[in-house]
């Protein structure tokens, strides 16, 4: 049995579609490039494909991971698989890296433990941004109404908080925890009093941490999607 | 003028579901515009998931952006919550390829399917930034087209388009955009809208309803003539010959995010000759035309391969009906490339062409949803409505389900058919009863989702002179049924909204008169009318009691022979004579057969076009009675 991770990024207008609307381009592009996956049993056979934490749908990404089972006694040549997979999938998916994944690996959900993003907020005045970012460093606890099931709770989000800092006056550095449920960078405007409807959103980073060390998903390769302000995000 | 996209991108993120504005689908293109091509702007004016996968305006795009004279781009109706948006930020109707407003075309075509779309195109013009009435319009504003199978009665639209197309598309569009190529090139100056307006009324297929003069004796219609003697007094349909020659959408659009028959769709033939007396489609697509078995195959395989799809539907009017059926659904499961993972769905269906052999086929891969039409609950309304299929052959394609591991099948009925009563609406019931019986010999689970519509009478089918039943009545037959049927678990009734049905009948045999109504209810806000959550009778009601017009006029009123209809002028090559026999004959229970099979009998679809059926096999394909009245006892008419 062969599994294989990939990393792909999400950038520009299809940034606008769901999580689940790229489960589906996933598994066209498999089928148009004959990619042997194995499928489940039962009624509705589907292809065993496992994604990582859903991006939210209008943030950009370049670092998406995706688990595949190939088919029984299949094999593929790794190192061209991105090249082949890319242009079978909507301009601004591009995948940089397939790597085959060791047996006993856990899942990339229950794996990963935090995610680093840069987010852009436009329109405020200078210097504004440093200070909520200073307050929020600052504060003790920052509680806000979230809606979960349908029952609106409230959650200090401050303990899900890894890293944050402002570099300009309206670019954000920051890495978010992902359990015991994950932070969304909207989450964290809202805490910071901050309009998140106009904030460009970008994923640059998955940590797996495990014992006090901690790597990647899986590496992009040198000269891959660049990942801008990446350096703010100290691994 | 350059994309909108960047003032567009801010309003998304406060939207539901961002993707219908992004373009971006496999098979999307970028025309490069210049001054000497006729740039058309085709737009479906419905909600973006339900007019993607729409096959006619795909062929369209692929036609047009193939011409080095055109470009084509696409545009659906915004959402409520993006229109808002959009107006709030001054911005206008956009296209979703390359993001231009719309009025940067020199024609915004509209797709009609359905009347209750009829605010959305107001609403869509509008928004685009054109007067929604045509004599308001300039040469500095785009031209409204209008196809689709509405336009077989475009007349309550008349006030708010300026050609209207009737027929297959494939053809006209090119002759189209010959004249409005000129017309651009020439500047378009000032005044000119009426000369590429009367120049356009050339075209055979074209109707511009600015070029006749309608007159009334009080409510009676007495006339629609045309002003000028270069315009045509009756406008045919456009009809294309040959299916093969068009093997188109050569890339079917792929769309990004989630769509209604999120499939493979592949058109194996037009038309159908079955003769249903509702059917406005199987009238007005005459004559049949088949695509060949080995066209379908490899539009098939090639569609499958560029598109990564897993299912494909095989799509028409009756696809059960086509020749070779069984060996393209057997080719298709078969084939090496398939990996024996793709399904075939076969979306509409006769019960009396589905097979044991057709079940098994589909059944290799996955149980694709099934669906059959019996439309009527008794063999007596069956024969009124020339649906000539048993019950024997209902039951038969239940065994041929139901033993091949289905244990879901859903059946359409209609309600409100001439001459019903009580007894053909509990037939229904009866029917479905039955269903679920056959299926309890071969599994527990069964489930008989039955869904009835209620009747709207079509223009230009024989059933146009028919007075439709009331909502109350609609209301009081729906009734009946989930009475009867409140026991009965393996049944899942369904049942249309009576009011929504009230509309349809207002918009589907109205007048001009009904311009005033229709700009009264998109004014007051009344689009997506399609969607029960935005639906609101009261709005229409009103409109009508205020341009004072009689529902009851319009909707329920039996018409009499020599009543001008207001689609009189209009053509689908139907001589009128055939259409009242048939009618008669409906009201006798007299059915006639189909002429695929059986000799003709001149309802005038190929005589008036010297053109004729298209089809590989001499028999029908599955055997049984098929509909054709052969082995089955019924009084036939021979004309």
């Given at each position: 049995?062969t599994?294989?991770?990939?990393?792909?990024?999400?950038?520009?207008?299809?940034?606008?579609?769901?999580?689940?609307?790229?489960?589906?381009?996933?598994e066209?592009?498999f089928?148009?490039?004959?990619?042997?996956?194995?499928?489940s049993q039962?009624?509705?056979?589907?292809?065993?494909?496992?994604?990582?934490?859903?991006?939210?749908?209008?943030?950009?990404s370049?670092?998406?991971?995706?688990?595949?089972?190939?088919?029984?006694?299949?094999?593929?040549d790794?190192?061209?698989?991105?090249?082949?997979?890319?242009?079978?999938?909507?301009?601004?998916?591009?995948?940089?890296?397939?790597?085959?994944?060791?047996?006993?690996?856990?899942?990339?959900?229950?794996?990963v433990?935090?995610?680093?993003?840069?987010?852009?907020?436009?329109?405020?005045?200078?210097?504004?941004?440093?200070?909520?970012?200073?307050?929020?460093?600052?504060?003790?606890?920052?509680?806000?109404?979230?809606?979960?099931?349908?029952?609106?709770?409230?959650?200090?989000?401050?303990?899900?908080?890894?890293?944050?800092?402002?570099?300009?006056?309206?670019?954000?550095?920051?890495?978010?925890?992902?359990?015991?449920?994950?932070?969304?960078?909207?989450?964290?405007?809202?805490?910071?009093?901050?309009?998140?409807?106009?904030?460009?959103?970008?994923?640059?980073?998955?940590?797996?941490?495990?014992?006090?060390?901690r790597?990647?998903?899986?590496?992009?390769?040198?000269g891959?999607?660049?990942?801008?302000?990446?350096?703010?995000?100290?691994? | 003028?350059?994309?909108?996209?960047?003032?567009?991108?801010?309003?998304?993120?406060?939207?539901?579901k961002?993707?219908?504005?992004?373009g971006?689908?496999?098979?999307?293109?970028?025309?490069?515009?210049?001054?000497?091509?006729?740039?058309w702007?085709?737009?479906?004016?419905?909600?973006?998931?339900?007019?993607?996968?729409?096959?006619?305006?795909?062929?369209?795009?692929?036609?047009?952006?193939?011409?080095?004279?055109?470009?084509?781009?696409?545009?659906?109706?915004?959402w409520?919550?993006?229109?808002?948006?959009?107006?709030?930020?001054?911005?206008?109707?956009?296209s979703?390829?390359?993001?231009?407003?719309?009025?940067?075309?020199d024609?915004?075509?509209?797709?009609?399917?359905?009347?209750?779309?009829?605010?959305?195109?107001?609403?869509?013009?509008?928004?685009?930034?054109?007067?929604?009435?045509?004599?308001?319009?300039?040469?500095?504003?785009?031209l409204?087209?209008?196809?689709?199978?509405?336009?077989?009665?475009?007349?309550?639209?008349?006030?708010?388009?300026?050609?209207?197309?009737?027929?297959?598309?494939?053809e006209?569009?090119?002759?189209?955009?010959?004249?409005v190529?000129?017309?651009?090139?020439?500047?378009?100056?000032?005044?000119?809208?009426?000369?590429?307006?009367?120049?356009?009324?050339?075209?055979?297929?074209?109707?511009?309803?600015?070029?006749?003069?309608?007159?009334?004796?009080?409510?009676?219609?007495?006339?629609?003539?045309?002003?000028?003697?270069d315009?045509?007094?009756?406008?045919?349909?456009?009809?294309?010959?040959?299916?093969?020659?068009?093997?188109?959408?050569?890339?079917?659009?792929?769309?990004?995010?989630?769509?209604?028959?999120?499939?493979?769709?592949?058109e194996i033939?037009r038309?159908c000759?079955?003769?249903?007396?509702?059917?406005?489609?199987?009238?007005?697509?005459?004559?049949?035309?088949?695509?060949?078995?080995?066209?379908?195959?490899?539009?098939?395989?090639?569609?499958?391969?560029?598109?990564?799809?897993?299912?494909?539907?095989?799509?028409?009017?009756?696809?059960?009906?086509?020749?070779?059926i069984?060996d393209?659904?057997?080719?298709?499961?078969a084939?090496?490339?398939?990996?024996g993972?793709?399904?075939?769905?076969?979306?509409?269906?006769?019960?009396?062409?589905?097979?044991?052999?057709?079940a098994?086929?589909?059944?290799?891969?996955?149980?694709?949803?099934?669906?059959?039409?019996?439309?009527?609950g008794?063999?007596?309304?069956?024969?009124?409505?020339n649906?000539l299929?048993?019950?024997?052959?209902?039951?038969g394609?239940?065994?041929?389900?139901?033993?091949?591991?289905?244990?879901?099948?859903?059946?359409?009925?209609?309600?409100?058919l001439p001459?019903?009563t009580?007894?053909?609406?509990?037939?229904?019931a009866?029917?479905?009863?039955?269903c679920?019986?056959?299926?309890?010999?071969?599994?527990?689970?069964?489930?008989?989702?039955?869904?009835?519509?209620?009747?709207?009478?079509?223009p230009?089918?024989?059933?146009?002179?028919?007075?439709?039943?009331?909502?109350?009545?609609?209301?009081?037959?729906?009734?009946?049924?989930?009475?009867?049927?409140?026991?009965?678990?393996?049944?899942?009734?369904?049942?249309?909204?009576?009011?929504?049905?009230?509309?349809?009948?207002?918009?589907?045999r109205?007048?001009?008169?009904?311009g005033?109504?229709?700009?009264?209810?998109?004014?007051?806000?009344g689009?997506?009318?399609?969607?029960?959550?935005?639906?609101?009778?009261t709005?229409?009601?009103?409109?009508?009691?205020?341009?004072?017009?009689?529902?009851?006029?319009?909707?329920?009123?039996?018409?009499?022979?020599?009543?001008?209809?207001?689609?009189?002028?209009?053509?689908?090559?139907?001589?009128?004579?055939?259409?009242?026999?048939?009618?008669?004959?409906?009201?006798?229970?007299?059915g006639?057969?189909?002429?695929?099979?059986?000799?003709?009998?001149?309802?005038?679809?190929?005589?008036?076009?010297?053109?004729?059926?298209?089809?590989a096999s001499?028999?029908?394909?599955?055997?049984?009675?098929?509909?054709?009245?052969?082995?089955?006892?019924?009084?036939?008419?021979?004309?």
């Amino acid at each position: 049995m062969t599994r294989v991770r990939f990393r792909f990024a999400k950038l520009g207008k299809v940034r606008w579609t769901s999580h689940r609307d790229m489960a589906r381009m996933w598994e066209r592009a498999f089928r148009r490039i004959e990619l042997p996956l194995a499928y489940s049993q039962g009624f509705s056979p589907r292809p065993k494909v496992s994604f990582g934490l859903a991006l939210p749908t209008g943030a950009e990404s370049v670092s998406e991971f995706l688990d595949v089972e190939l088919a029984p006694g299949a094999d593929a040549d790794l190192p061209a698989l991105p090249g082949r997979l890319s242009p079978a999938l909507p301009v601004g998916v591009e995948v940089t890296a397939a790597g085959r994944l060791v047996d006993g690996g856990g899942s990339l959900q229950s794996e990963v433990t935090s995610c680093c993003w840069v987010v852009t907020v436009p329109g405020l005045d200078p210097g504004e941004l440093a200070a909520a970012v200073d307050r929020a460093l600052a504060a003790a606890a920052l509680v806000i109404g979230r809606e979960r099931k349908g029952r609106l709770t409230e959650d200090d989000i401050r303990p899900g908080i890894v890293a944050l800092e402002s570099i300009d006056d309206a670019t954000l550095v920051c890495e978010l925890a992902t359990m015991p449920r994950a932070l969304r960078p909207t989450e964290l405007l809202l805490a910071l009093g901050l309009e998140p409807s106009h904030a460009g959103i970008r994923r640059i980073s998955q940590w797996i941490e495990r014992d006090g060390a901690r790597w990647e998903p899986l590496a992009a390769p040198a000269g891959a999607t660049g990942a801008p302000h990446a350096a703010g995000c100290a691994s | 003028m350059t994309s909108l996209w960047p003032r567009i991108e801010p309003l998304l993120a406060a939207v539901q579901k961002p993707a219908r504005y992004i373009g971006c689908e496999d098979g999307s293109q970028a025309p490069v515009h210049s001054p000497h091509a006729a740039a058309w702007l085709l737009v479906y004016p419905d909600a973006y998931e339900i007019g993607l996968p729409n096959q006619g305006l795909q062929i369209l795009y692929e036609i047009l952006n193939e011409r080095p004279d055109a470009v084509a781009e696409r545009s659906y109706a915004p959402w409520v919550d993006m229109e808002a948006a959009l107006r709030t930020a001054g911005l206008p109707l956009f296209s979703v390829d390359t993001h231009r407003p719309a009025t940067d075309f020199d024609v915004l075509a509209f797709n009609l399917s359905a009347e209750l779309v009829y605010t959305n195109l107001l609403n869509c013009i509008d928004l685009a930034g054109v007067p929604v009435r045509a004599e308001r319009r300039t040469a500095a504003h785009p031209l409204v087209a209008v196809g689709g199978h509405c336009t077989f009665n475009p007349e309550p639209v008349a006030d708010f388009v300026d050609l209207v197309v009737l027929g297959d598309g494939e053809e006209v569009v090119s002759e189209i955009t010959a004249v409005v190529a000129a017309w651009k090139r020439s500047g378009r100056p000032e005044g000119s809208r009426p000369r590429v307006l009367r120049d356009l009324a050339q075209v055979p297929g074209v109707y511009v309803p600015s070029l006749y003069d309608v007159v009334y004796d009080g409510m009676r219609l007495v006339s629609v003539t045309p002003r000028h003697p270069d315009v045509p007094a009756v406008v045919e349909k456009r009809t294309i010959a040959d299916l093969n020659q068009w093997p188109y959408p050569k890339s079917q659009l792929v769309p990004l995010t989630e769509v209604v028959h999120d499939r493979l769709n592949v058109e194996i033939f037009r038309g159908c000759t079955r003769g249903c007396r509702f059917c406005q489609a199987g009238m007005i697509t005459r004559p049949v035309r088949e695509r060949s078995n080995a066209q379908v195959r490899t539009m098939v395989s090639e569609g499958l391969r560029r598109t990564g799809y897993d299912e494909v539907s095989l799509t028409s009017l009756s696809s059960a009906d086509y020749s070779g059926i069984e060996d393209v659904v057997g080719g298709i499961v078969a084939d090496p490339m398939c990996q024996g993972s793709v399904g075939v769905s076969l979306p509409s269906l006769r019960v009396d062409a589905y097979t044991v052999g057709i079940a098994s086929q589909i059944a290799k891969v996955r149980r694709t949803g099934l669906t059959f039409a019996p439309e009527g609950g008794t063999w007596r309304m069956r024969q009124v409505i020339n649906k000539l299929i048993r019950e024997e052959d209902l039951y038969g394609a239940m065994e041929s389900a139901f033993s091949q591991g289905w244990n879901r099948v859903k059946l359409y009925f209609l309600i409100g058919l001439p001459t019903e009563t009580d007894e053909d609406v509990l037939g229904i019931a009866q029917l479905a009863r039955n269903c679920v019986a056959v299926g309890r010999r071969f599994t527990n689970r069964v489930t008989v989702s039955t869904s009835v519509g209620g009747f709207v009478p079509k223009p230009q089918t024989p059933f146009q002179w028919f007075g439709q039943d009331t909502p109350g009545e609609l209301s009081r037959k729906v009734n009946l049924l989930r009475h009867d049927l409140q026991r009965e678990r393996g049944v899942a009734l369904k049942w249309h909204d009576p009011k929504a049905t009230l509309v349809e009948g207002i918009a589907s045999r109205g007048d001009r008169r009904l311009g005033p109504v229709i700009e009264e209810v998109w004014r007051r806000g009344g689009t997506f009318q399609e969607w029960s959550e935005h639906f609101d009778l009261t709005r229409w009601t009103d409109a009508m009691a205020a341009a004072g017009l009689s529902v009851d006029w319009y909707v329920h009123r039996d018409r009499d022979r020599d009543e001008v209809l207001p689609w009189d002028h209009l053509s689908a090559g139907l001589h009128p004579d055939f259409l009242w026999h048939d009618w008669q004959d409906a009201l006798t229970a007299a059915g006639v057969e189909d002429c695929r099979w059986t000799p003709c009998y001149d309802c005038g679809a190929c005589t008036g076009f010297g053109i004729e059926h298209i089809v590989a096999s001499p028999t029908p394909p599955a055997g049984g009675s098929q509909g054709t009245g052969q082995g089955v006892p019924v009084r036939l008419v021979a004309r």
